[in-house]
């Protein structure tokens, strides 16, 4: 199993080779976590620190439930209480990791690049867990898993990522990794929240719900970001969800076999109705917490293999 990376800073870097490598060995581990002893010793011996500098409980629970179940030594360090608001410069942290010799960094920070900084200066394979409103590569690798179980393949499927995508590092991520497989993307939102660079990312636009779901075999709906935005981007939530949150009608207009897809946490009745969320015939939103976690595992696994110094054998 070929995997070129020695950190996962983003889907950008990433080959198809790369990426099905990835979904493949987490297929594995969805049989795996689905066992009775939910346990594999490829990450015995090392140690796992995830740094969250932004609150997290999806992303963070994942991946501490990933290297556990993969044997490694995991620690989460409380950064919201840390010497980073002391004063603290990433330079700084970085060096105080290097002294923990960590063997995988988990990161999310609210500055874009800011994953990247710290992958230069620490001596350990690093996950970017979301920065800013870069990228969140492991979403999307979690995302593509779910797609590809649920229709059989990853590439060539016509595809709606709806909503706020001017402040979502979810669709960017996904843009990137969708394009890489040979899909057709369409972006379905408001021009209000719309990235100003819309035309280089190679997608079809639309501002009206239904002609974008037109045939579409995954509608892909986003959270707002209200805590990314500075200003009126929507005139209400109320209105938001009459021209833009996805119900039956809107649905009817994609294939009869159309999955529907939500990154979480969800805001019924202004993202999606409650009712399709909970579909069980149409909706996947559980289905991509569970692969969720054979991801992460993948991607750790996948990066320990690629570790340049092995941990030495204390017992020797």
Known sequence: ??????????????SPSDITAILDLADQYVDLNRRDIKHSDALAG???????????????SSFELAGKRLGADVMSMAMQASSIKKGETLIDTALTLNAMHPDLLVVRHPHSGAVDLLAQKVNCAVLNAGDGRHEHPTQALLDALTIRRAKGRLHRLSIAICGDIAHSRVARS?????????????????????????????VEVFDDMREGLTDVDVVMMLRL????????????????????GLDA?????????AIVMH??????G???????????????????????VAVRMAAMDLLARNLRVQPPDVMA
């Open 225 to 244: 970001q209200r805590e990314r935005m500075d200003g009126g981007f929507i005139p209400s939530e109320r209105e938001y969800y009459h021209r833009y």
């Open 263 to 268: 990154p979480g946490p969800m805001n019924r």
């Open 174 to 202: 996904n843009i990137l990794l969708l394009g890489k497989m040979e899909n057709r993307v369409r972006l379905v939102g408001p021009p209000t929240l719309m990235p100003s660079q819309i035309d280089e990312f190679g």
């Open 270 to 292: 202004v993202e999606i109705d409650g009712e399709i969320a909970d579909d069980i015939n149409r909706s996947v939103i559980q289905e991509q917490v569970e692969m969720g």
């Open 46 to 60: 090392l140690t796992q620190i995830n740094m969250f500098f932004e609150n997290s409980t999806r992303t963070q």
């Open 249 to 257: 009608e809107k649905l009817s207009h994609a294939k009869d076999d």
């Open 1 to 14: 199993m070929s995997f070129s990376q020695s950190h996962l800073l983003g889907i950008e870097p990433l």
